[in-house]
């Protein structure tokens, strides 16, 4: 390189060159590192049990009452929430058996390992023995779907099913869609609770109810009338002695669980309740849950499915809040995890 210097022009040295041009890059190298120390580190995605703690206020909805079962064992309470949008005349006639005690004192009679709970009058085969229904109906017609209704929230699930056309939630309920038809229903899975029924679709209305314990059977879909589901206390189903009847009925009366009492929560005093709450499952705090649900963040996890199914997702419950505004529960899923 050449430069004018007294009106000269001379070379510099080749060592003075070099020097110029690492002095430049690295003037260069720390303007880039200047410009990253700026920049905000990368946020780490959050776990499930990580949205949950930090969910607010909003992200939570009280449960109805007036919608809410409990189902008393010697063992403890199992808390049921009804589903009135999916099946209205079921919720109001098993309300309305509970509110005339028909089931205090029956049993669960059978218990089917990796299938369903079920409990009933042990002598409803017995015209002399089989327990009275003073006001509530002994069948009703079938409630197996009803039709798609935009005011319904419905929050879509990303990877498809193999019984329906899409599926998603409806506040906390799994939900199945099929556009074409203009159907909806609710969806089989572990802790739904559903009504028993004969061979004929009419011939159940909620004297008989079960609820699934083991894989899910999506083919009763449609097959039977849904209309609740368990929020908490399912350890109190699932862990029953299995019988060994045929369908896993109990073939000994001494095997029978007994029932306490089935009430609803709106006839029980306020100081007697389960506070609960449940997380809404339309808002964007679910739909992060979701996506952490379809990819695991936790330690242990080294492969990511990247997808989920319908029953693998489960809604978080916990105590409702106290007045303060902070959560005194933790947050943590009712089933699975």
Known sequence: MKIATNGKRVRLPVWTMVFRILNIACLIAAAGVAVQATEPPAQKPMTMAEIVAAAKTEDWRDLDPESTLYLELAGGRVVIELAPVFAPQHAANVKALARERYFDGLAIIRVQDNYVVQWGDPAADDPQKVRKILHAKKNLPAEFDRAIDAKIPFTLLPDGDVYAQEVGFCDGFPVARDKGSGRMWLTHGYGMVGA??????????????????????????????????????????????????????????????????????????????????????????????????????????????????????????????????????????PTGT
């Open 196 to 333: 028993g029924r004969g061979n004929t679709s009419d011939s159940g209305g909620g004297t008989e109810i079960y609820v699934v314990i083991g894989q899910v059977p999506r083919h009763l879909d449609r097959n039977c009338t849904l209309f609740g589901r368990v929020l908490q206390g399912m350890e109190l189903l699932s862990s029953l002695p299995r019988a060994s009847g045929p369908m896993g009925f109990y073939d000994k009366a001494e095997q029978y669980v007994p029932i306490k009492s089935i009430c609803v929560a709106a006839d029980v005093p306020l100081a007697e309740r389960s506070d609960l709450e449940v997380m809404r499952t339309d808002t964007d705090t679910f739909r992060q849950l979701v996506e952490a649900r379809r990819n695991r963040r936790e330690e242990w996890f080294l492969f990511k499915a990247g997808r989920i199914e319908l029953c693998n997702i489960p809604i978080p419950l916990r105590k409702k809040e106290k007045r303060t505004g902070k959560g005194t529960g933790d947050g943590l899923p």
